[in-house]
T-cell receptor
Framework: AQSVTQPDIHITVSEGASLELRCNYS??????LFWYVQSPGQGLQLLLK??????LVQGIKGFEAEFKRSQSSFNLRKPSVHWSDAAEYFC???????????FGKGTTLSVSS | GAVVSQHPSWVICKSGTSVKIECRSL??????MFWYRQFPKQSLMLMAT?????????EQGVEKDKFLINHASLTLSTLTVTSAHPEDSSFYIC???????????????FGPGTRLLVL
C-alpha cells in the first residue's frame, strides 16, 4: 500500500533563512506527487506537483521540489522564508490521475524573526 | 483554475441531529469526488469516493450508514452526517479532478472545507 512519510512534525526557521521540508513515499512505480499548504482554519492550497519529466519542479510562492527516485523522496525547498510562510505543509501522493490522495501527517512550519 | 466550493463553511449542531454538507464543482463536471476528514492538528484521511450516479465507495472503518453520500449530478456531491455526535466534530474537505477527453487531469481541486462542531 502507498504511504507518505513526513519525518519532521515541527520546524522553526528564521525569516530569510532557507527551508527544506522532507517527504518520502512508498510506491512501486512513479507516483503523482503533490505539496499543499494549509493555513490555520483554512483549506488546502496546491504549491506544486510532479508527474513526470524534469525532476526539479517550480511552484508558487517561490517554492520548489525535487523528485529523487533513488531515495523515494520529494523534498520541498525555499531559498528564503517569509513570515507569511508559517503554516502546515502536507505532502501527498496518488497512484494515477483522478484517484484519491494519500497525505503525510504534515509538517508545521514556524518562522521566527 | 477550476473551483470547488463547499457549503456551509461552518456548522454547529446538537448531538443527534443530521447535517448535510454540499460540495460543488463550479466550472467543470466531476464524475468523481472525494471526501476527506481532518481532525485537529492531524492529516487528511480519505473517507469515501463519491461517484456520480452510483453508490459511494467507503474506506475501511467509515460507517456508510452514518456518513451518507449522494452524487446526484455531475457538479454536486453531498455528505450527510446522520445522528451526529461530538466525536464527529471535524473539518470535512471534498476534492475533484477534471475529466477531459476521457482522461482525468492530474491535479485535484479541493474545496475550502466545512468545519463541523457537534455539541
Amino acid at each position: 500500500a502507498q504511504s507518505v512519510t513526513q519525518p519532521d512534525i515541527h520546524i522553526t526557521v528564521s525569516e530569510g533563512a532557507s527551508l527544506e521540508l522532507r517527504c518520502n513515499y512508498s510506491y512501486g512505480a512513479t507516483p503523482y506527487l503533490f505539496w499543499y499548504v494549509q493555513s490555520p482554519g483554512q483549506g488546502l492550497q496546491l504549491l506544486l506537483k510532479y508527474f513526470s519529466g524534469d525532476t526539479l519542479v517550480q511552484g508558487i510562492k517561490g517554492f520548489e521540489a525535487e523528485f529523487k527516485r533513488s531515495q523515494s523522496s520529494f523534498n520541498l525547498r525555499k531559498p528564503s522564508v517569509h513570515w507569511s510562510d508559517a503554516a502546515e505543509y502536507f505532502c501527498a501522493v496518488a497512484n494515477q490521475a483522478g484517484t484519491a490522495l494519500i497525505f503525510g501527517k504534515g509538517t508545521t512550519l514556524s518562522v521566527s524573526s | 483554475g477550476a473551483v470547488v466550493s463547499q457549503h456551509p463553511s461552518w456548522v454547529i449542531c446538537k448531538s443527534g441531529t443530521s447535517v448535510k454538507i454540499e460540495c460543488r464543482s463550479l466550472d467543470f463536471q466531476a464524475t468523481t469526488m472525494f471526501w476527506y476528514r481532518q481532525f485537529p492538528k492531524q492529516s487528511l484521511m480519505l473517507m469515501a469516493t463519491s461517484n456520480e450516479g452510483s453508490k459511494a465507495t467507503y474506506e475501511q472503518g467509515v460507517e456508510k450508514d452514518k456518513f451518507l453520500i449522494n452524487h446526484a449530478s455531475l457538479t454536486l456531491s453531498t455528505l450527510t452526517v446522520t445522528s451526529a455526535h461530538p466525536e464527529d466534530s471535524s473539518f470535512y474537505i471534498c476534492s475533484a479532478s477534471i475529466l477531459a477527453g476521457g482522461l482525468f487531469q492530474e491535479t485535484q481541486y479541493f474545496g475550502p472545507g466545512t468545519r463541523l462542531l457537534v455539541l
